[in-house]
């Protein structure tokens, strides 16, 4: 799913590209324990969606915030998307946000940060609220980024902790 976003630096550095919608992912999915990864926005126009998704749902040919086993946080009102359906969830984000990803697959939890505050009042330090992604219980999951929009693109810096993450921002 990634003919429409341009990786550089590594693959660290993503932007789509204009009229592909590219969703692009990352090559390790884990099926158990806990990781916590960051993406910087360099630019957004108001249509980046960052997130999680399985196997299944990252290998089909369709934007990965319409399928079941895929979780998205949309930059335009801060909405949560999981199977084309959309909750009100955090706050909107754009350039120069960090949005944090802790994924806790021993239980079964999704968390999301904006500039090191997690969002829906949850803490993954406290193991409270989150997002419950017990329905990929087992499977692998990719980290994602996308652009909604054919005519716009998108630009963020993935961080797995090849540098140090934003201030306060990682759970304990």
């Given at each position: 799913n990634?003919?429409?976003?341009?990786?550089?630096?590594?693959?660290?550095?993503?932007?789509?590209?204009?009229?592909?919608?590219?969703?692009?992912?990352?090559?390790?999915?884990?099926?158990?324990?806990?990781?916590?990864?960051?993406?910087?926005?360099?630019?957004?126009?108001?249509?980046?969606?960052?997130?999680?998704?399985?196997?299944?749902?990252?290998a089909?040919?369709?934007?990965?915030?319409?399928?079941?086993?895929?979780?998205?946080?949309?930059?335009?009102?801060?909405?949560?998307?999981?199977?084309?359906?959309?909750?009100?969830?955090?706050?909107?984000?754009?350039?120069?946000?960090?949005?944090?990803?802790?994924?806790?697959?021993?239980?079964?939890?999704?968390?999301?940060?904006?500039?090191?505050?997690?969002?829906?009042?949850?803490?993954?330090?406290?193991?409270?609220?989150?997002?419950d992604?017990?329905g990929?219980?087992?499977?692998?999951?990719?980290?994602?980024?996308?652009?909604?929009?054919?005519?716009?693109?998108?630009?963020?810096?993935?961080?797995?902790?090849?540098?140090?993450?934003?201030?306060?921002?990682a759970?304990?």
């Amino acid at each position: 799913n990634g003919s429409g976003s341009a990786p550089a630096n590594g693959n660290l550095d993503i932007t789509t590209t204009d009229g592909s919608y590219g969703d692009i992912g990352t090559t390790i999915a884990p099926t158990s324990g806990k990781f916590y990864v960051e993406f910087t926005i360099k630019s957004d126009t108001d249509r980046a969606m960052i997130g999680i998704a399985s196997n299944s749902t990252f290998a089909a040919n369709t934007q990965f915030h319409t399928l079941p086993d895929a979780w998205a946080y949309y930059s335009t009102g801060g909405v949560l998307y999981n199977n084309s359906a959309s909750s009100n969830f955090g706050d909107s984000y754009g350039p120069n946000d960090v949005i944090g990803i802790a994924l806790d697959k021993d239980n079964n939890k999704l968390y999301f940060s904006k500039n090191g505050t997690f969002q829906n009042s949850s803490n993954p330090s406290a193991g409270t609220g989150g997002i419950d992604i017990s329905g990929v219980s087992g499977k692998p999951s990719f980290f994602i980024v996308n652009d909604v929009s054919s005519a716009a693109k998108t630009s963020v810096a993935f961080n797995a902790g090849q540098r140090p993450f934003a201030p306060s921002s990682a759970p304990t």
